[in-house]
């Protein structure tokens, strides 16, 4: 089945950096859109980032844009997200999940697990 695991969280200082992984369980990354979410406390679950099994098309939220890198390494079976210039708005838990697309609501084809928590704190 699709199963993902996140890991690379911590507490950073602002304007620090953390790298996320993720990785697949059971299946091969590339053959699927995967795409970042992040839930904040009290906030609903948002979509962060998505990068497509063609490797090719990579989208991200406004909030993010110029900061967060998602990329793939086919060897490894992994999804990164690259986070830099981090702020204290970004603190939230982070999960991967495969995605039927990457544009428009997301339809989510594996389970959500616990997440990595990512805190920017001074």
């Known amino acids: 089945q699709l199963r993902l695991v996140e890991s690379g969280g911590g507490l950073v200082q602002p304007g620090g950096s953390l790298r996320l992984s993720c990785a697949a369980s059971?299946?091969?990354?590339?053959?699927?859109?995967i795409g970042w979410f992040r839930q904040a406390p009290g906030k609903e679950r948002e979509g962060v980032s998505c990068?497509?099994?063609?490797?090719?098309?990579?989208n991200y939220a406004d909030s993010v844009k110029g900061r967060f890198t998602i990329s793939r390494d086919v060897a490894k079976n992994t999804i990164y997200l690259q986070m830099n210039s981090l702020k204290a708005e970004d603190t939230a838990v982070y999960y991967c999940?495969?995605?039927?697309?990457?544009?428009?609501?997301?339809?989510?084809?594996?389970?959500w697990g616990q997440g990595t928590q990512v805190t920017v704190s001074s």
């Open positions: 999940a495969a995605r039927l697309r990457c544009s428009g609501s997301p339809v989510i084809l594996s389970s």
């Open positions: 059971g299946f091969t990354l590339d053959y699927h859109n």
């Open positions: 990068i497509s099994s063609r490797g090719g098309s990579t």
